[in-house]
């Protein structure tokens, strides 16, 4: 992972801050599941090259209409943890294992 300083000197030269900015490079195809997707699009291209492009006209719309639904499971995923963590409170205060 590439790591860039950066100084920022206000005004009076006095004061400093550092900044780490945290370049990434553009993540390939590292899963297998992509790459089964893909081939299996390119499957459906040499089958029927119009559904293929409606296919991928059609993602980003579905993924657009479906981002609510994940946001409101990130939600539900956050507040069943804050209540675990409510309830496993005393425990952990007494030494339960952790």
């Known amino acids: 992972m590439n790591s860039v300083r950066v100084q920022h000197s206000f005004s009076h030269g006095l004061l400093f801050r550092s900044y780490n900015i945290v370049l990434k490079p ?3 195809f590292t ?3 992509d790459m089964i997707k893909f081939i299996l699009w390119l499957i ?3 089958i029927s090259w119009p559904l293929a492009l409606v296919a991928l006209v059609l993602y980003p ?3 657009l209409l479906l981002l609510p ?3 409101v499971g990130i939600t539900v995923h956050a507040v069943f943890a804050l209540l ?3 309830v496993m409170l005393p ?3 007494l030494g339960g294992a952790r």
């Open 91 to 93: 425990a952990r205060i």
């Open 69 to 71: 639904l994940r946001l």
């Open 31 to 33: 899963r297998i599941e």
């Open 44 to 46: 459906l291209l040499c």
């Open 26 to 28: 553009p993540k390939p």
């Open 84 to 86: 675990k963590s409510i």
């Open 61 to 63: 719309i579905v993924w």
